[in-house]
């Protein structure tokens, strides 16, 4: 029985469950948004959290050095990127300063073609990372962006599925 158990185990060691989740850590932080499975996700979030509000401890302390230092060697041991640490410093840990929690979110795309696992996307809240704002930069034909959570979902769930559920087969055929 499991019970009074708190996390999840993700069919991993400790110390393999460890790194798993300081390595997504460190692509949330730097990506703002990443696609996982769910359990995955779930377990993340709080670790993730936990980091943020150990940083808005830092900034907030900001006259107090010697916190502010501990505070930055606090999620150093976490994240091995001094890059990603030096972001979540200077701009992610500033924009929930007044946010009491909740810095992430977690939305379900639906399930993975090859093994149905159910894969969720964990991103940062009010996060202003928009991955087909940069591809569009870099092609010639931009994207139209569907705006809002629910057209994030669709593209995302696209993505996955390898194109639009709408189309059947007849309406291929009618197109030929």
Sequence with gaps: MRHRLAHRRLGRTSEHRMALLRNQSTMLLRHERIDTTLAKARELRPFVERLITMAKRGIADGADTTRALHARRLVARHLADKKVVGKLFDSIAPRFAERPGGYSR???????????????????????????????????????????????LRAAAKRLTGGSKDKSPTDEDAAE
């Excluded at 809240?125 to 010639?140: I, Q």
């Design 106 to 152: 977690v939305l379900r795309l639906g399930r993975r073609k090859s093994d149905s696992a159910e894969i969720a996307q964990i991103e940062l809240v009010g996060s202003e990372y928009d991955p087909a704002a940069e591809s569009a930069s870099e092609s010639a034909q931009p994207e139209e962006a569907a705006p809002g959570v629910g057209g994030r």
